[in-house]
């Protein structure tokens, strides 16, 4: 069974950094690209970044570019998201899911919230 | 970046009724590779989104068939034929074409 869990999310201060995790099993992670996808308290889905089986390409929404890098680490089954410099508008649950294009599996999401 | 606008906002149906959603892209999502990138998802309550329809019109795995997607280009569409209790959340379209990856507003559905 396919399983993706988020893990690392909490409050952080204005300009603070976080590292969110997503531990994945029950496939070969190895072979999918993996995306992140945050939600704001009661507003929609957007992406912010994914990155390619061997990591070699990682693509970035514009909101988060010098701030948050993507990364796996395919001998722990693991992707991340190492998130600096945060801002109130980072606020989010943020959900990792397998990217093969139609991210036909997702997480339960990690919250974030930015705030003093 | 490509804007994904989708018709209604939110809809509220009879158990038993259609319903339809519609979904517009400012540019083609037509690929060279001749796929069309055109996704739709649901977000039940308190639920992490799951994905309904890939590839404009496949359903994906395990997925009712009173669900149906269509169009072409920039204009997409997503149909349920008879609307059933389960059916309540979110409905997102997203474009998988070029990067950002870019969603729909929502479309809230309810039951009469």
């Known amino acids: 069974e396919v399983q993706l869990a988020e893990s690392g999310g909490g409050l952080v201060q204005p300009g603070g950094s976080l590292r969110l995790s997503c531990a994945a099993s029950?496939?070969?992670?190895?072979?999918?690209?993996m995306t992140w996808v945050r939600q704001a308290p009661g507003k929609g889905l957007e992406w912010v970044a994914n990155i390619k089986q061997d990591g070699s390409d990682k693509f970035y929404v514009d909101s988060v570019k010098g701030r948050f890098t993507i990364s796996r680490d395919n001998a722990k089954n693991s992707l991340y998201l190492q998130m600096s410099s945060l801002r109130a508008e980072d606020t989010a649950l943020y959900y990792c899911?397998?990217?093969?294009?139609?991210?036909?599996?997702w997480g339960q999401g990690t919250l974030v919230t930015v705030s003093s | 970046d490509i804007v994904m606008t989708q018709t209604p906002l939110s809809l509220s149906v009879t158990p038993g009724q259609p319903a339809s959603i519609s979904c517009k892209s400012s540019?083609?999502?037509?690929?060279?590779?001749?796929?069309?990138?055109l996704y739709w998802y649901l977000q039940k309550p308190g639920q992490s989104p799951q994905v309904l329809i890939y590839?404009?019109?496949s359903r994906f795995s395990g997925v009712a068939d009173r669900f149906s997607g269509s169009g072409s280009g920039t204009d997409f569409t997503l149909k349920i034929s008879r609307v059933e209790a389960e059916d309540v959340g979110v409905y997102y379209c997203?474009?998988?074409?070029?990067?950002?990856?870019?969603f729909g507003q929502g479309t809230r559905l309810e039951i009469k």
């Open positions: 029950g496939f070969t992670f190895s072979s999918y690209w």
């Open positions: 590839g404009v019109s």
């Open positions: 899911a397998r990217d093969d294009g139609k991210y036909d599996y």
């Open positions: 540019q083609s999502l037509l690929h060279s590779d001749g796929k069309t990138y």
């Open positions: 997203k474009q998988g074409i070029h990067v950002p990856v870019t």
